[in-house]
């Protein structure tokens, strides 16, 4: 049996899941948060044989992310599943921001970490925070390799015409502006299972794949490769998000800073954590702003039609962009579970080849499903997606 560790750090946090390859299941998960505090918290899940999860947590000090790690093994020891028993092969890494830089899955050494600090300036929060979890996850686990993926890798195909900017050129190659993409891993992640579900070859299909979680993009996809995404330099670009704006007329940057006196923290805090749908009706859970936009509340139901309006906006753009569209795939939190945001970004267009089937829309299940009718031109499907076995099947492939 093969296992890969995979592992997602954040600032004071990081998540980890222990995947078995050969069945691709998972045996182990679990959340360290709030490190740097005496109250961190770690909540750890141990698969058993049938499939249940048993859940284990504790609060104590945890300084830094390498007693984090140490918390980590201690469950593991303690919980199982045993480390010895199911030895990583490797550990695989979640990282931001590639640049221009990383656009494949890569073994670490000093100089990958070094070039990842590097990219700091484009991922001021995530990249210090990724290299930090990596230093820490190699002083536990010295023996095996370490494998970086990059949220960005997978849109690094898309063409000079789609990541340029119209904005002067020096200045845009100076300080490295275009647009990167995210959610790479997902976005390959589920246009490739659809490929296989459908037992088509991913190089025959064009796709569009809506990630609509906290966080949401969309990516039109060609023959397996990303060839425009609605992310850009950072994750703010595209569509409307739980707190996030996406796309909004730069210029109003320049006036509520002129007429408001808001400096660029401000700013950085207002477009990306106090709008999009959060913004506009208080609520930032897509089930709670349904909920609420249904029982009549007016900011609500506007939310929810600018959400969806984005929605369509980019759909159209990427129906022309691919002139001809095999499947449109829902993932994440949003895309996988709420029927009505599927419903409304797909009503009316049936002219376009787009039939969604209201009642297999309506049905909930937890894998791969067809949702458009069997005479619509396009495959409308629900892709559940899965970051951390992709990170994990990314990792095996380098090692
Ligand atoms: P993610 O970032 O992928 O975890 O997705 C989080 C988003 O998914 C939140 O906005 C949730 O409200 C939304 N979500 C989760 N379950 C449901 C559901 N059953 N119906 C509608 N939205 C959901």
Redesign the pocket.
């Known amino acids: 049996m093969t296992s890969v560790l995979v592992i997602n750090s954040g600032s004071s946090s990081f998540k980890y899941q222990l995947i078995e390859m050969d069945a691709e299941t998972t045996l182990a998960r679990g959340l360290v948060e709030r490190i740097g505090t005496d109250e961190a918290h770690i909540v750890h899940h141990d698969v058993t044989d049938s499939g249940e999860e048993e859940t284990h947590e504790q609060t104590r000090a945890i300084r830094n992310h390498t007693e984090g790690f140490a918390a980590m093994l201690d469950f593991f020891a303690e919980h199982g599943p045993s480390l010895t028993e199911h030895p990583p092969v490797a550990v695989g890494h979640r990282v931001v921001h590639g640049g221009a830089r990383f656009f494949e899955p890569t073994v670490v050494t000093n100089l990958v970490k070094i070039n990842i600090q590097d990219l700091s300036e484009l991922a001021p929060l995530h990249n210090p925070a990724n290299v930090e979890g990596i230093t820490a996850a190699q002083e536990s686990f010295p023996d095996v390799p370490h494998v970086v993926v990059f949220d960005t890798a997978f849109h690094q195909t898309l063409p000079p015409k789609a990541y340029t900017y119209a904005l002067d050129a020096a200045t845009a190659e100076r300080y490295r502006v275009r647009k990167y993409g995210f959610h790479g891993t997902s976005h390959k992640f589920v246009s490739e299972e659809a490929a296989r579900f459908l037992e088509r070859d991913v190089a025959d299909l064009n796709q569009i794949v809506l990630h609509l ?3 949401a993009s969309m990516t039109a996809v060609r023959g397996g490769k990303s060839v425009e995404t609605s992310m850009g330099l950072t994750p703010l670009e595209g569509l409307v998000m ?1 707190t996030r704006t996406g796309d909004i007329d730069p210029a109003v940057a320049f006036h509520l800073h002129r007429r408001a006196d808001m400096g660029v923290a401000e700013l950085d805090d207002l477009f990306n954590k106090k709008s999009g749908i959060y913004g506009l009706s208080g609520h ?4 709670d702003l ?1 909920e609420s936009a249904n029982r009549g509340d007016t900011a609500s139901r506007n939310a929810l039609d600018v959400y969806v309006h984005r929605l369509k906006q980019y759909l159209g753009g990427y129906f022309f962009q691919l002139g001809h569209v095999d499947t449109v795939i829902f993932t ?3 895309g996988e ?2 029927a009505e945001v599927r419903a409304e970004t797909l009503d009316g267009l049936q002219n376009y080849g787009i039939e969604l089937d209201a009642a297999r829309n309506e049905r909930r299940g937890d894998g791969i499903r067809v949702i458009s009718t069997d005479e619509s031109s396009v495959t409308v499907l629900v892709v559940p997606t899965n970051e951390e076995l992709e990170i994990a099947r990314q990792t095996l492939s380098v090692i």
């Open positions: 979680g906290n966080g739980g930032r859970d897509m089930r349904t994440a939190g949003i579970n709420s």
